[in-house]
């Protein structure tokens, strides 16, 4: 007994030695294990892509392609990338060749966020629905679903024929945009303000515009997706239309009548009996006797023609003696305008008479004819 009891108070501090050991492997063997289990992402807390899901850690997958991590872009003002200008500038100002600087900076850009290379992608025609794009990134990287689709991009865009150059994007077009996560476009058709863009004509005739501004695409027609606000500038305010008063036109001006006057005397007209050209004083300015009428006439006013008297017939004798005789015959009075052959107006023309015979001469007298004026 004393043998038990001599022995037990040495082997105790032993087997404390012993299991103090265990836990102290134990604990290191647990430390390493969780230290190995944390991502590259999460010990250094790098951002990720605009709303993309961290994923499951995977301490088996491989390290992410610098071209595939994951950079979170700002979407302000409905923009894809707020910075899109920027990065554009960067990228082609001082480059050799512009189509290949824009061309590398589209396939760059889409490789850094998923969210991006959605929109993208949808607008060259190689995704459906943009907004399903969370699948594309996985532990900050992109995913084996989204680096196959960015490749697609990157063989159409780097495809014989596609050609790259800096164009206006169609005013009459639909812009896109991102509000709250959400890819879609504008409501109304109309892009305002600046619209430089990356005029992208695929190898198939495929033309896409990416605006410089914002990186949003901008279709030709409205695509079956929601309508969200968008980068554009308000449109200009019409100003209101003001309807003047209507203005009376003025009484029409009558020209001046130019009323006739005398030439001689403008207060008088022309038709008055005073209208009369003063009397000249030179003779020769009237018609002098003896000209038969031919002289020149320059007096003034109207001359009353002067009356025309009918040359008269001359009278037949009257035989107051026959021939040869002493006696006086007596011969009555003719009939009024029997001498003339007028009639005066108004006169009864007088009755028509046979030819008279006139009586014998007296053959018996002795009258010469010659009369005695002392009878």
């Known amino acids: 007994m004393m043998f038990a009891s001599a022995s037990s108070p040495s082997k105790a501090p032993k087997i404390l030695m012993v299991i103090g050991a265990v836990l102290l492997i134990a604990v290191l063997v647990l430390s390493v294990r969780g230290s190995a289990s944390a991502t590259p992402q999460e010990a250094t807390s790098s951002p990720t892509a605009s709303a993309a899901p961290a994923g499951n850690s995977d301490p088996t997958a491989p390290a992410c392609e610098p071209a595939y991590t994951q950079i979170a872009v700002g979407n302000e003002g409905g923009r894809v990338i707020d910075d899109f200008e920027a990065r554009y ?211 003034t006013g109207t001359k009353p023609p002067a009356p025309v008297t009918p040359v008269q017939p001359a009278p037949e004798p009257v035989q107051t003696e026959a021939p040869g005789g002493s006696g006086i015959i007596d011969t009555p009075t003719k009939p009024p305008g029997s001498e003339t052959g007028v009639t005066a107006p108004g006169a009864t023309p007088p009755p028509t008479q046979a030819p008279t015979t006139p009586p014998p001469p007296n053959e018996g007298g002795d009258n010469d004819g010659v009369i005695d004026e002392g009878f």
């Open 89 to 299: 500038a960067a990228a082609t100002t001082e480059a050799n060749n512009l189509s290949d600087a824009q061309r590398s900076l589209l396939i760059e850009e889409s490789g850094k966020n998923a969210q991006t290379l959605a929109a993208w992608a949808h607008a060259f025609g190689l995704l459906e629905d943009p907004n399903n794009w969370k699948s594309l990134v996985a532990d900050g990287c992109l995913s084996p679903e989204g680096q196959k689709l960015h490749s697609k991009l990157d063989g159409a865009l780097s495809a014989t024929g596609s050609t790259f150059e800096e164009a206006e994007a169609p005013a009459d077009g639909f812009n896109s945009g991102v509000d709250d996560g959400i890819y879609g476009v504008s409501s109304e058709a109309g892009v305002r303000g600046d619209r430089k863009a990356i005029k992208v004509t695929l190898s198939d005739g495929t033309v896409t515009y990416i605006m410089v501004r914002c990186g949003n695409p901008v279709y030709p027609g409205k695509p079956d997706l929601p309508s969200v606000p968008t980068d554009n500038p308000p449109p200009p305010v019409e100003p209101p239309v003001v309807t003047p008063p209507p203005v009376e036109p003025p009484p029409p001006v009558k020209p001046p009548v130019d009323t006739p006057k005398c030439p001689w005397n403008p207060a008088l007209p022309p038709d008055s009996p005073k209208c009369l050209q003063p009397k000249s004083n030179n003779p020769d300015d009237y018609r002098q006797p003896g000209d038969g009428g031919k002289g020149p006439d320059v007096g």
